[in-house]
Structure formats: C-alpha cells, structure tokens
C-alpha cells in the first residue's frame, strides 16, 4: 500500500512524525508537508506565488518534502510530481488541537484530505487531537493505525469522499468507543481582543475559535466532549439541494 | 437595509468599487476588505497574527476599511467590531474570475459569503464574474443590482445558506437567463510548470486552475458557458448523510 502524509502543522511536528513511525507498519510512506505552521489555511492553494520543494528530516527518523504553501498544495504537488504512482491512502494529521464544527471550514488539516478526495484518491483521511498541550502522540498514532487497519475491513467509501476523524486526549483505555457523526454547523463563541501595541496604535486578535454552546448530541463536537472517537464523511459538494427548488422562480 | 460588501481582490479592485456604487441605491453600504489581494485564500482566518484595521479610499468615490487579512476575517471583524448592528445583506465580489466547481473551495469571495452565512446574516452573496480581462465591471454591478432586487422578492434563502453568482463576461442583452445550478464537482484539468530561477535552482507553478472536461449540463460550469448567469445555493455542512450508514460498523 502506497501512502501519502501531510498536516497542517509543519513537516517538524511531533504528530506528523509519531503517524509516520505507526503507517509505515501497513505499507510505504511518502512525506510532503508544508514547511512552516499552516493552521488555518483553509482550502488556500498558492496561484501567485511558485512553490519550493526540499527533503527535510522528520522529528525521530525519517525524511520528507517540504514545500513553500499550504496543506492543499501538499498535495497536488505529491500527486503531481514527487509520487511515483498514485497513493492508496492519504493521510493528514496527527492535529494538534480538535478540527470539528464550523473549524474543519478553517482547517487546513481536513483540507488536505479533501483535495485528496477531489484528485480521487480512493480513502483520505484527516486525523486530529483534542488537545493543544502536554499532546501524546504516539497513543494517538496507535490508535489511528488501528482505525485505519478496521477502516480497509469496512465497505470503504466511496471515491471523492473523506473521513474527519478527532481522537479524544484520553489514555485508549477510557476512550468509550467511536460515534459516526455530523459536522456540527451551530455558531462558536468567539469574540476580538482589542489591544494597544508599544507604539500606541490599536490591533485586533481573534480569540476562543474552538468554543461552542448548546451542542446537538449527534454531533461530532458532541461525540469528542463525551469521550468517543468523531469520524465523520465529508464531501466536497457545497450545494443546498433542497434551495435549488426555493428558488426556481429566478429563472423565470 | 444595511449592506456589507468585502471581496478577495482586495480593496482598491474596480469590481469592488463598482459593487460600491450599485448597492449605493438598494441601502447604506459599509466596505470591509482585505487591504491586499487575497486570492485562493479559501476560507483561510487569522489565527497567529493580529489584525489591523484602517480607513482606505475605494477607486472612484468613497471610501472602506482595509483589513490586513483574509476575506473571512473582514467578514468576522465587520460584524464584531465595526459595523453597528447587524447587516442585512453580505455581498462579495465583483470577482475578476469565475468562481464555479471545485473552485469554489478555493475562493476567498465564495467563502467571505459562505463565513457571513455561519455568522446569521439573513442575505450573502458571491458574486463572480467570468473574465480575467477587460471586465466590465459596471454592466457586472447593474447586474448585480437587478437580480438583488429580485431576490428581495423571491422566497429568501433561509438562514446558513449563500449564493454563489456567475456572471458571463457578455453584453447584459446577450445574457441568455439565470440558471439555477449545482456546484461541479468533477476534477480540474491542472498542472504544475516546473521551472528555473536565475540562481538554477527547480520551482514549480500550479497552471490551468480554470479548465474542466466533460461539464455537466446542470452545473454552474456548464450554465456560465452556456451563457447564463449561474445561481448556486451553497451551505456549509461538510457532512456526506449517505455514508453515515454506510460505515456504521465502525461504531462497534
């Protein structure tokens, strides 16, 4: 099995490398991930500007692509011109912090995996940990390794289809299983701070991303708060079908 | 009504100000946009650096604040911190560009609507136009401004949707209609140039992100080359419903 891994968190985070060492057990891994800290990023693709492509040593053992842009372009640029062949798997993560809710919108990290999904390749997957510190990666990789292992046993989904997986930060064992989920869609609870930089002169920084209120149970928010594994199938189709007959009246 | 309009092409962009000027006669406009271009952002926001906010005069007549950002930030900073209540109606554009298919998830002017959905507003709007030269960017607001009348009209879309509005690059009488029109999902014909710097050293340039082969009749790519001014209703849940059963076992 031919697999691809890339995040959004850069070719040196320790979640990168901890899912390297565990997939390199289910087949052969190609690395090509942004050089630097992508969050964020969205679905960005770099039009005006060319990309760099370099090997760089990965945290641990092993060496990868880094490229100058974002997660998408990671893997266009894999799948276009440094894998010898189309991959089997495509594999973005391991996240530091949750990607669920109106965030996997924002998230570089699930962006990947949908790119992959748009250029065929037949599982992507985003995997995130619902943690920004103290994070331990390698029971994360262990874990994901497993799902994956299960994932390959399942009725695999369909092409153009990826799976957004969050891991809760629990040791394996108080993890209470895993729940297929929705995206949550309700609205966070963030707000601005207003503050005076040493030259006097007033900047704005967005805080509090990842909260949320009065959470749906059936939810993929909801489902990581309870202690259960989140995998939810994303697509790439933005279209409100039910809206198409809303509005017919326009092509009047 | 209280109209908010940003865009991706950045502030001084003559689509911009003559969106400006059009909407000037449906409401009280405010402009919020990103003080440089911004375009394939996709629904990228600022998370590591702050933001500034500053006065900035438009082409022609007026003036709006330039944000150092993304159009989802402009999106999240208006209705946060600088407009006074809430608006009615979000419009992003005019966008020197098409924004059909897969490009959709690439487009800063698509997802600076689609952010103004998730934050409630009642009315956003995605407006595009199919050229990258020589646009008329005046015929393209009256546009604009006639099917915003109409929409006033028609059963409004309900809250957490947008519009993604296609224009063709056309004389307005030569318009053949308005279609409504599902997003394209099928793949990009798109590769990478591989080039030499002045120093030899290899870099790579993403080309033909437009193209598209075997175009569904019933997609906004089709619509808009057809010569129709294409409608697509857009949300912004992620999940794909079918596979949820699908992959049951996995809750197991």
Redesign the interface.
Known sequence: MLILVTNDDGIYAPGLAALYQELRRLGKVTVVAPES?Q??????????T????KKAPLAGDGWGWAVSGTP??CV??AL??LLPEPPDLVVSGINLGPNVG?N???SGTV?AA?EAA???VRQAVAVSLDTYKDADFATAARITGK?LA??QE??P??E??C?NINLPALPEEAIK????T??D?G?LV???D??IDPRE??????AE?NSRQDLDPDTDYAALQAGYIS???????????P??N??????K
């Open positions: 800290e969050s964020a990023v969205g679905h960005a693709i770099s039009l005006n060319p990309l760099r492509v998408a372009d266009k640029i276009a011109e109106i996997v919108l924002y962006s949908t748009i250029l065929g799902l299960r994932l399942e009725k989904p369909g153009q289809l799976l299983g895993v729940r297929l929705r995206q869609t609205p963030e707000h601005f207003c503050r002169r007033q900047y704005y920084w967005l991303i995998i939810t199938p994303l697509h790439h189709d933005l279209t409100h079908y809206s198409l809303d509005l017919r009246g326009l092509e």
